[in-house]
């Protein structure tokens, strides 16, 4: 493939019937596995000789390690997916409770060009604060919304609850919104 070369082992073998029996393996690799002449064990069933196989870890496993690797690779990428939003979801949970509940200003609503379902932006809706300890500006962005809110936003202030001593941690608290 692409241009390179594989080796596939050609093997001869006697069946249990004094058969020849010629096959190529179904692993191949570059450099090769075998030399020329090399002796191998085969396993066959004696009902189907023409269907053996080098006695190989990879020959005998390959496939079935190349396959669990890819479902790994799913499965850990929708476990992983699953997890954040849970752990997201329980934060927000947490905030909504234990958080303390600010007022801020309403700037705008704009979609999350970051994140593309079916060719689709959600939207998020954007606050602002200013502390009045430090006079420090905060911007604060909601969650992912699959719904344009722009008309259902009425009011200029928009209650963020933020952790305690940390407001890089908050919740943009949107239940005024009409669910989807």
């Known amino acids: 493939s692409d241009n390179s ?69 799913f499965f850990l990428t929708g476990a992983g997916i699953i997890v954040f939003v849970r752990l997201k979801s329980r934060q927000d949970e947490m905030l909504k409770t234990s958080g303390v509940a600010i007022e801020t200003q309403y700037q705008s609503v704009e979609q999350n060009t970051a994140l593309s379902v079916n060719g689709r932006h959600p939207f998020r809706v954007f606050t602002q604060w200013q502390n009045p300890a430090t006079s420090d500006i905060h911007i604060f962005k909601s969650n992912n919304l699959w719904f344009d809110p722009s008309a259902y936003i009425r009011q200029e202030t928009i209650r963020v609850f933020i952790a305690k001593g940390n407001p890089a941690k908050y919740y943009v608290d949107l239940s005024f919104l009409p669910k989807l």
């Open 5 to 73: 070369i594989t080796y596939r082992p050609v093997v001869q073998f006697l069946s249990e019937q004094g058969q020849l029996i010629e096959f190529v393996s179904s692993t191949g690799s570059n450099p090769a596995s075998y030399s020329q002449g090399d002796q191998v064990k085969v396993l066959y069933l004696p009902t189907r000789p023409s269907d053996a196989k080098i006695n190989g870890f990879f020959s005998l496993w390959g496939v079935a390690i190349i396959l669990a690797g890819i479902g790994a690779v």
